[in-house]
């Protein structure tokens, strides 16, 4: 089953911060994060698994609800390079592969 | 090295053609996937090797063959296409097959099925 990102769409001024949210409807074992600018491959930004282990980029920050089958990416200050499409993904019934949201577009402004 | 390859950049191909996309890591992972990604869309599973052997197959129609010759390559051949299946179809690789390894992804190859 896909995971449900909100919001949508973001605009931010350059120094802003941003939220965004994966939610899913079946029990999650890890949520995985990636960002993908226009043109590009997605990038990994982060990993969190249940019992609170994470990996990932030390200047990205996020979390994970298990009970309530959530994560949240936080970007802090944020900077022009950040802009892209962030989604999250969540491992299949098998634990092999990824089903990504629907993603959530990014717009830095300077 | 971090780095997923894959050839050819771009591809276009009628609806007849036999055509295969070709994907390469030297990671030492040995988990790789093919994904396909339509435009504004999320990457779309369609298939899972771990250890070189096809471990999921999402349902994607048999136009779509995969092979894994080996733990470092990847290939999908792709025939009797249909106009539906142009998309961005990327490669990806992590350590190993289970939900704690990061995926990386090669640039895609952009097909186009005329």
């Known amino acids: 089953q896909q995971p449900v990102q909100s919001p949508q769409a973001v605009i931010l001024r350059e120094g802003e911060d941003a939220v965004i949210n994966c939610s899913s409807s079946k029990a999650l074992y890890s949520v995985h994060w990636y960002r993908q600018k226009h043109g590009e491959a997605p990038v990994f930004l982060m990993i969190?698994?249940?019992?609170?282990e994470q990996k990932g980029h030390e200047k990205i920050s996020a979390s994970f609800n298990e009970k309530k089958q959530q994560s949240s990416l936080y970007l802090t200050a944020s900077q022009l390079s950040y802009s892209g499409t962030y989604f999250c993904?969540?491992?299949?019934?098998?634990?092999?592969?990824?089903?990504f949201g629907k993603g959530t577009h990014l717009i830095i402004q300077p | 090295d971090t780095e997923v390859t894959q050839t050819p950049k771009h591809l276009v191909m009628g609806m007849t053609n036999k055509k295969s996309l070709k994907c390469e890591q030297h990671m030492g992972h040995r988990a790789m996937y093919w994904y396909k990604q339509k435009a504004k869309k999320p990457p779309e599973l369609m298939f899972v090797y771990s250890y070189e052997k096809l471990s999921i197959n999402e349902s994607v129609p048999s136009r779509f063959s995969p092979e894994c010759p080996n733990s470092s390559l990847l290939n999908l051949h792709l025939h009797a296409l249909q106009p539906e299946d142009s998309a961005l179809y990327l490669c990806?690789?992590?350590?190993?097959?289970?939900?704690?390894?990061?995926?990386?992804f090669g640039p895609g190859t952009r097909l186009t099925v005329t």
């Open positions: 969190l698994l249940k019992g609170g």
């Open positions: 993904g969540t491992p299949g019934g098998g634990a092999d592969g990824l089903t």
């Open positions: 990806a690789s992590s350590q190993g097959p289970g939900s704690w390894d990061e995926q990386y």
